[in-house]
């Protein structure tokens, strides 16, 4: 296997509060400029949830617990000649809301805020590409899904009746 055969995990971390997305301004590529959803990649180790919630915290400042998953997604980057450069599963997690005020641009972030659907689809120019349809998938009542299970037993997911003696 070569280091370009290999598929890297990494999350997005979703905020809800009331109408709005918190956000950052994104100070490194990809999307280098641009307005998302804080994120980054999964560490060897981690859940999906302990990286959401370490993502937010060390991009913000949010101290939060995570929900579940709202979505998955690839991401394949290629080069001009169409050679596969990277390839990533992102994991869209919400996370609640703790009615923390005090969030700060920090680490990957240059800037920081609450933004609407609204204020997302008047400036497509300065958002990330997919941000208005995970804005508002996260905005539904669709809901989470309520995995993976804290301590990873998936089993608790399976009704009794259906597991395997």
């Known amino acids: 296997m ?13 905020v809800v509060r009331g109408p709005r997305l918190l956000l950052i301004r994104r100070a ?27 993502e937010l915290r060390e991009e913000t400042g949010f101290v939060t617990r995570a929900q579940g998953v709202l979505t998955a997604f690839d991401v394949l980057d290629r080069m001009p000649e ?13 996370c609640a ?37 995970l804005g508002t998938l996260a905005l539904s009542d669709r809901g989470v899904a309520p995995w993976p299970v804290p301590g990873g037993d998936l089993r608790r997911l399976i009704p009794a009746e259906d597991h395997a003696s």
């Open 28 to 54: 490194n590529p990809p999307d280098q400029g641009l307005w998302g959803f804080p994120g980054g990649r999964i560490e060897h180790g981690e859940t999906l949830f302990q990286a959401a919630e370490r």
């Open 82 to 94: 169409g050679r596969l450069r990277f390839h990533y599963v992102i994991a869209v997690v919400r």
């Open 97 to 133: 809301d703790s009615g923390q005020t005090d969030i700060r641009a920090a680490d990957d972030a240059v800037a920081v805020d609450w933004f609407k659907l609204d204020q997302i689809r008047a400036a497509p120019e300065r958002m990330s590409p997919g941000l208005l349809e």
């Open 2 to 14: 070569t280091a370009s055969s290999i598929v890297s995990a990494a999350i997005l971390s979703v």
